[in-house]
């Protein structure tokens, strides 16, 4: 029972019975609604926690444990070492969604250009084209950056994260479209998560993802490959010669994506798989004829 004398300590054992194996959540929770670090709720034992923080903390204490992830009661979740604010409108960033990220720093790394073009196909929470903004600037490698959703709730969330990191509309730019729809102009480098589950799969993933994921960013249609064959169409035309596309696949989908962009001109060149060894991404290569 929850009093109004209780301190850190006597708030955490009691969540603690409620649910024992989420303690780190717990105190993560607790945290972020005290504004201190894990480290300090965990020091400070005896620290009273006001009326209104108690609240706030049943609150989504009562969330967390009827599956809602913690990410998402938040509101943040970490991709490639940065806190990235996400919301109902957007897919939770992955850990495997990382490799695209190591991908295209490896191909910038054989190239001898400074400044790129680059375009992000479904850009979510911005998460991914952020981070390649930020590690290709550490190579010194800079340029525009594109990125586009047909999600206008999505690229608020987006936008709300290019503020966060400070960059510059000069440097990066998100536009409402529907794949290509919107955009001119060809790219150096084309990258993409695009939905990729198929629609008997999303109705069989667990509660935490299908209930709190926005549908239309992870269900991929009957086989799961319905985006890769609308991005097919046009991502050809619009990477320059010798230009690269990157795109995150299921783990058993590489042939099937890989015939996709063939049959439409796009050359081969290497499946990446992911720390859990399943592969993860493709990449494809525009030849110059």
Known sequence: MINNNQNVAEILQICKKVSPQKNTH????????????????????????????????????????????????????????RDFLINAHTLDPRPESEILIDVVKDLVKNTNLKRMKILELGVGSGCLLITLFLE??????????????????????????????????????????????????KFDIIVSNPPY?????????????????????????????????????RVFYHLKNNGFFIVEIGSKQKELVKEIFEEEKLFFLKCLRDLSNKERCIVFQKKKS
Do not use: H
């Open 197 to 233: 589950i198929s629609t008997n799969e999303f109705n069989d993933l667990d509660k935490t993802v299908k209930n709190y994921d926005p549908r239309s960013a992870l269900d991929g249609g009957s086989e799961g490959l319905e985006c890769f064959r609308q991005i097919s169409k």
């Open 26 to 81: 717990i105190c993560t929770l607790l945290s972020k609604i005290l504004n201190l670090k894990s480290i300090e709720i965990l020091t400070n034992p005896n620290k009273k926690i006001s009326e209104k923080n108690k609240k706030a903390l049943l609150k989504k204490f009562f969330f967390f444990i009827n599956g809602k992830p913690l990410s998402k009661i938040l509101g943040s979740r970490e991709f490639f070492s």
């Open 136 to 185: 290709l600037k550490k190579m010194n490698v800079t340029g525009k950056f594109f990125g586009v959703d047909i999600n206008i709730n999505a690229l608020k969330v987006a936008l709300k994260n290019q503020s966060r990191f400070n960059i510059s509309s000069r440097s990066l730019n998100f536009i409402q479209s529907n794949w290509f729809t919107e955009i001119g102009g």
